[in-house]
């Protein structure tokens, strides 16, 4: 085959600009830090960078749900807290009523301290979480104890109508892949029994403040205890949720340091490797030029010169 000066030049041209595409994608990789730019340098690569981040934005949703459990828990915890040292102050009360040397104006001020403190509770019943009832079980809309007295989850009766579709059941939060933890505590239990205790007492105060016949503390005083132990148990059902919750979160931020690592080592440019091809493709591209400018033959232009 002959080859012409037309080949040769042509040739020239095209591994010119082969070389100064090759730079053009090395710079490109310094600037950026990443391998590629575009899904067709290489398809390995970037179908295995859309599953890297895949699974990172699925951790961190799940350490989004973590957090807001974490809102559940803290929340009911410190609620069911607050019921706990109530009825410590309920037991002292009635330890108090028992006393035989209490005049009737004596028990008419515990009465009424008896009275703002089942409010108090009542208070501690309607705890929300933004626009969220937190003992309400799935009735997330509607509070355990209505003020404008209509009562939605009541029964014929006047107490906490556990037969209410939703007031018994879990509210769930996903925190791993297939995995959900119920975040809620079942109120309407607690402070139906509180409630119970509560409205013998009074009703105890009070007829011993009509008859003068003594109530039945003793029995008032185990009521305080029993339910006393439902808070703790709950509380301890939390905290075993909580401490689940922490492990979690462990787990999730160790997966969210591997996913990241392999992202990087699957997408981010070694510097080091890039500068050195980026200057040996210099010297070729001007090697190139060299060699080139030897090969094209001189024009009448050069011998007028």
């Known amino acids: 085959m002959r080859v012409t000066q037309s080949m040769l030049s042509s040739n020239m041209l095209r591994n010119l ?12 990789q310094l600037n950026t830090g990443k391998k590629i730019s575009r899904p067709s340098q290489d398809p390995v690569v970037a179908m295995k960078g859309i599953g890297f981040r895949s ?16 809102n559940w828990l803290d929340s009911s915890d410190d609620g069911l807290d607050k019921v706990g040292q109530a009825l410590h102050r309920v037991r002292e009360l009635i330890l108090d009523a028992a006393n035989d040397t209490k005049t ?15 409010l108090q509770i009542r208070d501690l019943g309607n705890t929300k979480i933004g626009d969220k009832f937190i003992f309400s079980g799935t009735k997330t809309l509607s509070p355990l104890y209505d003020p404008n007295g209509t009562a939605p989850l009541y029964d ?6 556990p037969t209410n579709p939703g007031v018994m059941e879990d509210v769930n939060i996903e925190i791993n892949a297939g995995v959900e933890l119920p975040v809620n505590t079942n109120g309407i239990g607690i402070f139906n029994e509180i ?12 007829d011993e403040k009509i008859t003068g016949v003594k109530g039945d503390y003793d029995a008032l005083l185990g009521l305080a205890d029993k339910n006393t132990d439902l808070v703790l148990s709950a509380r301890s059902q939390i905290g075993a949720r909580q401490n689940r919750v922490e492990m979690m979160e462990n787990r999730l931020s160790s997966q969210n340091i ?22 040996t493709q210099e010297s070729i591209h001007r090697a190139g030029l060299a060699v080139g400018s030897r090969i094209i033959q001189p024009s009448l232009v050069d011998f007028l010169r």
């Open 17 to 28: 600009s082969s070389s100064y595409t090759k730079m053009g994608v090395l710079q490109e």
């Open 55 to 70: 699974d990172l934005n699925r951790v961190e949703q799940f350490e989004r749900n973590l957090g807001e459990a974490n």
């Open 104 to 118: 009737p104006d004596d028990r008419d001020k515990i009465a009424k301290e008896i009275d703002q403190i089942k």
């Open 156 to 161: 014929a009766n006047g107490f906490l109508d």
């Open 195 to 206: 409630d119970d205790m509560m409205k013998q007492l009074q009703t105890a105060l009070e």
């Open 258 to 279: 591997i996913v990241t690592k392999q992202m990087s080592e699957n997408e981010d440019v070694e510097y080091e490797k890039a500068i050195t091809d980026l200057i």
